[in-house]
């Protein structure tokens, strides 16, 4: 399924486009001016954008000029009934992936879009492995100079440059793969990094991610595809939620460690890989163990080192160092101008608990500085809920009533307020949240919250 954005000035054409587009299984919205076209291209990803030239406030030339200003800009598809030859020169001089005219052929214009989105999905990944062939890795990533930040420096120096499967555990948020990425940069090994959210993708296209597959294994597997295995040979692949891993994938990644060896989804070819495996959870593998939803082989073999992060609250003399960092990354970011916390703020900030950890620090600091009108981030700023977090120096929280609620529960209100800060604004709202847009869709799916 794809996300199209239609701008269409003929409110009766759109309707139809976009309800052809829906039974072809596809996302569409409809914009009738160009207004309205920049305000939802602002507000959504889009994979592709069918665009007519004639606009009651301009040319669609124009916004598809604006459009490939970006370069990772969907691709655009112009479907107008002007008879201008010139004007499809003129398209595709400026980046549009093609030209459709009006009255349209509608095999024509489901070809083209396919086309164009497949087009684009490789060029995505193309920009991905490239992404991941050009990362930078500094160590002061890992901010902090309390005893525990010591150790894991420490651990890591000691294990980069071996070939032991590592298995990095402890609380979201307390920057597992910030630490994957340190191991490989210090592995000296050639190739890739690169990783793995075993929760983000469905089941029954991780294995594709992981091992590959054939032209013609399952729907839509319109050519071979290469995994991450063989993409990350000779590099590292991290596999971060790790406990998500169903038990099928499991017995399939244990033959890998084992053997080194895999076949692509639908192919009969051995293939090995040389890459390592550093893995990633915030679960308590060894009670899935028990329980029979991990493989207790799987465990040992992925658990030769295992790297504990400490939480937030059990190194707080990190703070400093960490709001210190985290400012400066987004005040560059977000063009903002935080310099300074009052002292007012600074106390809450100390004596609250961070269940999110350095996440968590990073959204609270990016929500602050969105919302700061000057350079000092003062206690309304931070939206700390003190009697869920904050506590006195016995650790007993300060409210005399504990509200006894599910982490889903926590979960979903934290989302609804940001997505009700923003208006609305997914965008905005992901970066706040620091997750992905798929991930927000989930989540806005799964809580039933009403976008209207």
């Known amino acids: 399924m794809a996300n199209i954005l239609v701008v269409e000035d003929d409110e009766v054409f759109s309707q139809l486009l976009t309800m052809h587009l829906e039974d072809l299984g596809h996302s569409s919205r409809a914009a009738h001016t160009l207004a309205q076209a920049r305000e939802l291209l602002d507000a959504s990803v889009w994979d592709a954008i069918l665009l007519d030239q004639q606009l009651p406030d301009g040319y669609g030339m124009d916004l598809l000029r604006e459009i490939k200003t970006d370069k990772d800009a969907p691709p655009v598809i112009m479907v107008t009934g002007v008879s201008d030859n010139a004007l499809v020169i003129e398209a595709m001089k400026a980046g549009a992936y093609d030209f459709v005219r009006k009255p349209m052929d509608e095999l024509e214009l489901d070809t083209t879009l396919n086309n164009a989105l497949h087009s684009h999905r490789l060029s995505r990944k193309v920009r991905a492995i490239s992404k991941a062939t050009d990362y930078e890795v500094d160590i002061n990533q890992i901010v902090g100079n309390s005893p525990g930040i010591t150790r894991l420096l420490k651990t890591i120096g000691s294990v980069a440059a071996s070939r032991a499967s590592i298995l990095i555990t402890g609380e979201s948020g307390t920057g597992k ?32 991610e992981l091992f590959g597959h ?8 319109d050519r071979r595809k290469p995994g991450k295995f063989e993409l990350a040979s000779d590099g590292t692949l991290f596999l971060d939620e790790l406990g998500e891993l169903p038990l099928n994938l499991q017995a399939k990644l244990l033959r890998v460690l084992q053997e080194g060896t895999y076949e692509r989804v639908g192919g009969t070819e051995t293939l090995h890989t040389s890459a390592r495996i550093v893995t990633a959870t915030n679960r308590d593998l060894e009670s899935m163990v028990k329980e029979g939803s991990f493989r207790e082989d799987l465990y040992y073999r992925l658990n030769v ?17 960490l709001t210190e960092h985290l400012l400066r990354k987004i005040n560059q970011r977000l063009h903002t101008r935080v310099k300074n916390i009052s002292e007012s703020a600074w ?11 350095v996440r968590e620090l990073e959204n609270i600091l990016t929500r602050a500085a969105v919302l700061c009108r000057d350079d000092t981030i003062t206690p309304d700023l931070l939206g700390i809920d003190e009697s869920a977090g904050n506590t006195g120096e016995t650790g007993i929280e300060k409210s005399d009533t504990l509200e006894l609620v599910s982490l889903d529960t926590l979960e979903e209100r934290h989302v609804r307020r940001i997505l009700e800060y923003t208006r609305w604004h997914k965008g905005k709202a992901c970066e706040i949240l620091g997750i992905s847009r798929p991930a927000l869709e989930r989540r806005i799916k799964k809580y039933g919250f009403d976008e209207s």
């Open 214 to 221: 054939e032209k013609g294994s399952f729907t839509g597997a």
């Open 347 to 357: 106390s809450s900030m100390q004596a609250y608990r961070w269940p999110g950890n």
């Open 177 to 208: 793969e910030v630490v994957a990425k340190a191991i490989h940069h210090h592995s000296e090994r050639t190739g890739l990094f690169l990783p793995v959210n075993c929760s983000a993708i469905v089941e029954n296209l991780l294995e594709s």
């Open 305 to 321: 080192v295992n790297i504990i992060l400490p939480p937030l609250r059990d190194r707080m003399e990190d703070l400093p160092l």
